[in-house]
């Protein structure tokens, strides 16, 4: 079992920036990849960021490449996602999840955190 916790979230204006912790604990999760996934009402999970523990794989979803960044610290067992030149499309709570696969589908993961809210005013 993995737990996962993020922290982060809040309202900032357009062109603002945030960054987003998701603190894993449980079992050995070291193998695992992690990720960042963002969902509005009505629209299904997107994918925003993937990582592996080790940090030097990464990839990102079209629509915040060069925006943000996903990075890990193996020693506080966190991964980050630090958000640049935030758009208003970019509200939607933000997920943490970790699993076996390097995926970018939503069903690759078998862990989620409770998710945060991001709220970009315009």
Known sequence: QVQLVESGGGLV?????LRLSCAASGRAFSSYYMA???QTPGKEREFVAAINWSGDSTMY????????TISGDNAKNTVYLQMHSLKPEDTAVYYCAS???WSSW???FMYWGQGTQVTVSS
């Open 99 to 101: 699993g076996p696969f």
């Open 61 to 68: 979803g079209d629509s915040v490449k060069g925006r943000f």
């Open 13 to 17: 204006q357009a062109g603002g920036s």
């Open 36 to 38: 960042w996934f963002r």
């Open 106 to 108: 939503s069903q690759g």
